[in-house]
């Protein structure tokens, strides 16, 4: 573990009576970046997340946040750490005003330095002007800001953000991750969950996480270079209607999904996209349709990840077989 590292889990490990949620896993995020945390609903993210706060003793493994062994010295390390939780936690009927001076004092801070602090945080969540209006009434995209805005009170090292932007506008979601890259920029250590594929590529560094464990990691730009099974292109026609209609029961065809104005398809293992656009133009002569495109396109990151929990659910199905 470098003198950089500010999140540091080794063999991370969380079960449930006989099932295991969290299952063997090493993270390790630097001081200053960004670490992107991806999965569908229930890969384990949250109780990895909540293990590396100190809100749930891991069944086994290590975690050290900000220099500090968490399962050892749990207060210790949590005092470095900042958490914004998935869903909004703080107390509905106090004002934004009061929930960051209660949060405040939880850090430690009161008097002057608590004042600055929360002005601090007001001003750079863009929430001045709104002290005085209890939490609960704020639109869901302010009670995200609240809760990050009490997150960064005693100013961490290290900032846990799961799913911060779920249900914020597209705007709103540019400010979070201005902020979020503020914050590395200044030196923290960011671990994000997030399920848009877009802030993904956003992120520095990326691990999969599927079934409790991490299948894939690397940097967005390293894992687009992963080689991939199955073709891409692109199709633009005058009917794209009627091409779905065709070429929805074509064996060659893995995935076709129609995307404003275009057909974006995957392509079966071993097919050549040269070889398929010619079987679409014979085709469209014959049903009267004018292919104005066909082409081979780059991957994006969700094709990646597709890719990879195939082959993971490949690898699964040989072992039981
Ligand atoms: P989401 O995006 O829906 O939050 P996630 O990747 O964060 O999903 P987790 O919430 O970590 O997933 O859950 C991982 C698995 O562990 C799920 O199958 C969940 O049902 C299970 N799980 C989580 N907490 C408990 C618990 N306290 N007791 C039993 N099972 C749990």
New binding site residues.
């Given amino acids: 573990m470098s003198a950089q590292t500010v999140i540091a889990a080794e063999q991370l490990t969380?079960r449930?009576?006989h099932?295991t949620?969290?299952d063997d896993i090493h993270l390790a995020v630097q001081r200053g970046e960004v670490f992107g945390l991806l999965?569908?609903?229930?890969?384990?993210?949250?109780?990895?997340?909540?293990m590396l706060c100190g809100l749930l003793p891991p069944t086994a493994g290590r975690i050290r946040v900000a220099e500090v062994d968490m399962v050892n010295q749990p207060r210790r390390a949590r005092g470095r750490i900042g958490y914004v939780t998935?869903h909004f936690t703080l107390y509905p009927d106090l004002t934004v005003w009061e929930n960051l001076q209660l949060q405040a004092g939880l850090y430690g801070l009161s008097g002057t330095a608590a004042r600055q602090r929360i002005g601090w945080s007001l001003e750079h969540l863009h929430l001045a002007g709104k002290e005085g209006l209890p939490a609960g009434d704020l639109p869901l995209g302010y009670k995200r800001r609240l809760s990050f805005a009490g997150a960064l009170l005693h100013r961490p090292q290290a900032l846990f953000l799961?799913?911060p932007t779920s249900g914020v506008d597209a705007l709103g979601r540019a400010e979070f991750w201005e902020l979020i890259y503020d914050l590395a920029e200044a030196g923290m250590g960011i671990l994000v969950?997030t399920?848009y594929m877009d802030e993904a590529g956003f992120c520095d560094r990326l691990a999969l996480?599927h079934a409790?464990r991490v299948v894939e990691e690397g940097t967005p730009a390293s894992l687009l270079q992963r080689p991939l099974p199955t073709p891409l292109l692109q199709l633009r026609s005058d009917d794209n209607p009627a091409l779905v209609r065709h070429l929805s029961g074509w064996p060659s065809v893995q995935e076709l999904i129609p995307q404003a104005g275009t057909l974006r398809l995957r392509l079966r293992p071993g097919s050549v996209v040269a070889d398929f656009c010619a079987e679409v133009a014979v085709l469209a002569e014959r049903e009267g349709i004018v292919v104005q495109d066909c082409q081979p396109i780059a991957p994006e990151l969700e094709d990646v990840f597709v890719t990879v929990l195939e082959e993971v659910a490949a690898a699964k199905e040989e072992t039981v077989t």
């Fill in positions: 969380c449930f009576g099932f949620a969290v999965g569908a609903n229930g890969a384990g993210k949250t109780t990895t997340i909540r998935q799961d799913e969950t399920h996480m409790g």
